[in-house]
């Protein structure tokens, strides 16, 4: 089976459960160990907002008792640990009696649509500009330009999310200010709704893609310097093959391999830097989900979002473990190397 | 290259006139016009000489001008034609900022917590019973006439407008009011919380009367309950014919169905269309205003709530004209924006451009820390603060000093003057020698660090402040500064709103930057806060007790039975904040503002100081008064 073993495959599932579990149970403690009640903290906030509101100590001990935090830390535990295997995520406290699943099932499209389009491009791109930068036939002024679209490594992609704001947005008015589609168009699998879904999500792709491309792009010149000493690479040279032939087939192959556990493992890190880029761009994805939830102090969503991200990265992990063997056939889980 | 230099020569000449043909300045010409004239000659008649006037007619030569002829009129701008205002144009369409979005943008339904009243309904949809006014302090009729309270306070009559119609066209009446009340009694607290605590029944007397029977008297029972007073009326009446499907659940009712026309209210607007941060409304001709004669069509065809994010991207609409009301900026902020764009103006023309958000900002202390539970050293803290400097420095001069806990509406003038008059309201500077006697005369000495020291004890102050709350947070770092300057050490710690409701409630807090949302219009909402309520062993976070606290409570007991704005309520708000100054368990500090950047390119009429029809909040059920009076600018 390409390398895998049906003992190797339950011990990496094993971890998988394991890595869930510990990751929810870390959400659940982290968010009642910050001090204060989550219900009054949100009611007083609302009253800030919009002054004095009745009875609501009454409120207040009806939320507590809907919301289960009566309950014993143990006890709301052990339910919370049950509902979240079966996706039951229970109300939003702020948004009551909308379920958390039905913000979730609204929001992770577009983030996922966001992350994966961010993703992809990313790869090709970055991978393919770091062979450029790498192959040593590659004209020296062609050379000297790369290094300088890597400035907005170093940028934070909120600082390069405002930029971009200012200059497309703002100025140049090529791109709207915020929001994903407009209020013109009927959301569906039309052309014009498509169209404008592209056109709203360019400058938050963009954002996350400028600064995260140069890192892909930094990776791959650096395997690429490293696979260039190979035996393998200097018999292709020496056999006299095509240099683009040598180039595509005997070293970004092998490059490619590294690239993608990064890929996988960038997933998350992608999502975390969309939250900022969410925001500013007011996109309705998981990003400005969890800020809501944080700024509203609704635990629910907060663990919700969390867990969702968590089985994301992790389920990536773990197809990107399991497809290995399939990808590079000298990767066995047998008991040694091919 | 000569060549050259006479045709430029020429090209200008040519320009030069053309720019002068084409001036509207008065044309001179020369014409030649047939006058009658006065001649006086000397003849002779009958043998006599005589001298006699006579009309003659002569051609004459003169120059004259000619005013140019009038400019055409420019073209009427298009109108978007009733059933296709979702596609409003631009001039016709009101873009306001929603400062926050929802995760549910399609459940409007008014009660749920985080709902979407502000990004709309309850500017254009859910019209109100009863606005209060800031500035007179009266309650203005809405949908509701009048409310009139029996001598006791426990029956209240309340009068319906005559020919309210729901947007199906049903009519609006006492039957929807007592169903409202039902329903609330039923769904408590999660909705109509306080109309159940008080109403016992509700009666339909007639079609536009119902008679309320309460629970106990009181007093503000149509201010508290069914006026706009702050932000929002909570109690809004809904549609009997609807709601009473959903009565088991009516928290789970969405208030949504297009193809039913849902939501239904009574406003001018019916919800249009929605994205993840925009919510479109668009008028409605047939709206019952015009027919009851109570108010014209307003004049915008379309009004959308847009949620722009940061106020980076809030500002950059704002400058390309993609928004006409903004929510609260930063002053920063807002001399960027008009900068670009000066077409926006604000509540003032100049500093402090901010209007006054009703909950004013003070300095808690708490009176059970062994510090700081000698009133004295809290006086010493009122006098080492200087408010004006803390408008100076945290507001860049957009607010006001306080003068005392109440907000500084034209409404609580009375009683403000009346605070000032008897020697209780807050000085506007520091008077740091007087605070640093105070402190001494307790037997803190300075030390060698320049901070007071008793028993080897260091003076100090931590003051709690808001992460969220950039303003509160600047007060704070304001008012620690001024108390080192005096020796007292005075630092600030920023946590965030929850955990900071956490260490308040802990026995080591020493104080906290907070707020006031309290009476608009008297002062016993605001005075209630530090009661403690019936049976209450202190009074708020201050955690305030004592012959004074109860001698207050006892002051703050006695008012709750004057009406709102009763002008024998005057004397007894006097003794009862006797109390809270002779104890000082909190220090009023600054007037909170709001700065509200509004934009002239397309409506005016906007709320201003010189023209404060009401206050310029836009996210405030108030705002229906607002749109009823924008215009189309020129």
Redesign the interface.
């Known amino acids: 089976m390409g390398g895998l073993t049906i003992r190797y495959l339950m011990r990496r599932i094993g971890i998988y459960l394991f890595t869930v579990f510990a990751s929810a149970t870390l959400v659940f403690l982290i968010a009642r160990a910050t001090p204060g009640d989550p219900v009054e903290s949100r009611w007083r906030q609302i009253e800030m907002d919009q002054g004095q509101i009745p009875e609501i100590e009454a409120i207040i001990a009806r939320y507590k008792t809907r919301f289960g935090l009566d309950d014993p830390l143990s006890v709301q535990y052990v339910k919370y640990l049950g509902n979240t295997a079966r996706f039951d995520f229970g109300y939003s406290f702020s948004q009551f009696p909308t379920p958390v699943w039905r913000l979730i099932r609204r929001a992770l499209p577009w983030s996922l649509g966001l992350s994966v389009t961010t993703l992809l491009i990313s790869f090709f791109v970055g991978n393919t500009v770091g062979a450029i930068f790498a192959w040593e036939r590659t004209p020296r002024f062609i050379k000297s330009i790369i290094p300088s679209t890597l400035i907005f490594t170093s940028v934070p992609s909120v600082l390069a999310a405002l930029f971009l704001l200012y200059v497309f947005a703002m100025l140049l008015r090529w791109f709207p200010l915020a929001g994903a589609y407009s209020r013109d168009v009927q959301p569906g699998w039309n052309w014009p709704f498509i169209l404008d879904v592209i056109k709203y999500g360019t400058l938050p792709v963009l954002s996350i893609l400028i600064v995260n491309v140069g890192w892909t792009v930094l990776g791959m010149r650096a395997m690429l310097v490293t696979i260039a000493g190979e035996d393998y690479v200097r018999l292709a040279e020496a056999k006299g093959l095509n240099p683009f032939y040598t180039l595509y087939r005997y070293k970004v192959r092998n490059a490619l391999l590294p690239q993608l556990t990064g890929l996988a493992l960038s997933l998350s890190g992608l999502i975390a830097g969309q939250v900022l880029v969410e925001t500013i761009f007011a996109y309705p994805g998981m990003g400005l989900l969890i800020f809501q939830g944080i700024r509203s102090q609704d635990y629910p969503v907060i663990q919700a979002t969390s867990y969702m991200l968590i089985l994301l990265t992790a389920t990536s992990v773990l197809l990107i473990d399991l497809l290995y063997p399939l990808i590079d056939p000298r990767i066995t889980h047998d008991g040694g190397q091919a | 290259m000569k060549n050259r230099n006479v045709l430029f020569v020429m090209l200008l000449l040519v320009s030069l006139g053309l720019l002068v043909a084409c001036t509207t300045e008065p044309e001179t010409v020369v014409e030649t016009v047939i006058e009658q004239v006065e001649v006086t000659r000397i003849v002779e008649k009958e043998g006599e000489t005589v001298v006699e006037t006579v009309v003659q007619e002569v051609e004459v030569t003169r120059v004259v001008e000619v005013a140019p002829p009038p400019e055409p009129t420019a073209a009427p701008l298009p109108e978007t034609p009733p059933g296709q205002y979702q596609?409003a144009l631009r001039h016709e369409t009101v873009f306001f900022d929603a400062s926050?979005?929802?995760?549910?943008p399609a459940?409007f339904n008014p009660w749920?917590?985080?709902?979407v009243r502000d990004v709309g309904l309850h500017q254009a949809m859910i019209e109100p019973l009863f606005i209060l006014n800031y500035e007179t302090g009266t309650i203005d009729p809405y949908l509701g006439l009048s409310m009139e309270p029996n001598a006791t306070f426990d029956v209240w009559t309340l009068k319906l407008r005559d020919g309210v119609k729901w947007s199906d066209g049903e009519a609006f009446n006492a039957d929807d009011v007592v169903f409202t009340v039902q329903m609330f009694q039923a769904a408590?607290?999660?909705m109509g919380?306080?109309v159940a605590?008080w109403t016992a029944s509700a009666e339909k007397i007639d079609d536009l009367t119902v008679q309320f029977n309460l629970t106990a008297p009181n007093p503000r029972f149509q201010l508290?309950?069914w006026s706009v007073?702050?932000?929002?009326d909570?109690n809004s009446i809904v549609p009997e014919h609807i709601w009473k499907d959903y009565l088991d659940a009516p928290?789970?009712f969405t208030n949504y169905d297009p193809d039913k026309g849902w939501p239904v209210f009574t406003g001018p607007y019916k919800v249009a269309?929605?994205?993840?941060?925009?919510w479109?409304y668009i008028r409605d001709d047939n709206w019952w205003g015009v027919a009851a004669g109570f108010d014209d069509l307003p004049v915008p065809k379309r009004l959308?709530w847009?949620?722009?994010?940061?106020e980076?991207?809030r500002a950059?609409?704002a400058?390309?004209n993609?928004l006409d009301a903004m929510a609260n900026t930063t002053k920063g902020a807002f001399e960027a924006i008009a900068a670009r764009n000066p077409n926006f103006i604000t509540w003032t023309d100049g500093l402090p451009y901010a209007w006054q958000d009703?909950?004013p900002r003070y300095l808690l202390i708490n009176t059970q820390h062994p510090i700081w539970s000698d009133p004295d050293l809290r006086k010493a803290v009122n006098l080492a603060v200087n408010r004006e400097q803390i408008v100076t420095i945290a507001y860049e001069g957009t607010s006001y000093p306080s003068k005392s806990h109440f907000v500084q509406y034209g409404a609580m003038d009375k009683y403000i003057n009346a605070l000032e008059a008897a020697g209780l309201a807050a000085s506007p500077t520091a008077d740091p020698e007087a605070a640093k006697a105070l402190i001494e005369s307790k037997g803190w000495a300075l030390n060698a660090k320049g901070w007071y020291e008793k028993d080897g004890q260091v003076l100090t102050l931590e003051i709690l402040t808001m992460e969220?709350f950039q303003e509160i947070r600047r007060i704070g770092d304001v008012v620690a500064e001024q108390l080192r300057k005096v020796g007292i050490d005075s630092q600030t710690r920023v946590l965030g709103?929850?955990?900071?409701?956490?260490?308040m409630g802990e026995d080591t807090a020493q104080s906290a930057i907070w707020?006031l949302?309290?009476g608009v219009n008297e002062p016993y909402?605001s005075l209630n806060?530090f009661h403690g309520g019936e049976g209450a062993v202190q009074g708020g976070s201050e955690r305030w007790t004592g012959p004074n606290w109860e001698a207050y409570r006892q002051a703050v007991d006695l008012l709750a039975g004057f009406a709102p704005g009763d002008p024998a309520s005057i004397q007894p708000t006097v003794d009862a904040y006797r109390y809270l100054i002779e104890d000082m368990p909190n220090i009023p500090l600054t007037q909170a503002s709001q700065l509200l950047p509004l934009n002239t390119t397309y409506w005016t009429n906007w709320p201003t100081v010189d023209n404060p029809y009401t206050y310029p909040a836009t996210w405030t059920q108030n705002a229906h008064l607002i749109i009823h009076n924008l215009q189309p600018a020129k």
């Open positions: 596609n926050v979005t929802h995760g549910d459940n749920i917590l985080d709902n408590a607290p999660d919380a306080d605590r508290d309950l007073k702050i932000w929002g909570r928290m789970e269309a929605f994205t993840s941060n925009e479109v959308i847009t949620h722009y994010g940061t980076e991207t950059s609409a400058i390309n993609e009703p909950c969220e709103f929850f955990p900071l409701l956490g260490a707020f949302c309290g909402v806060s």
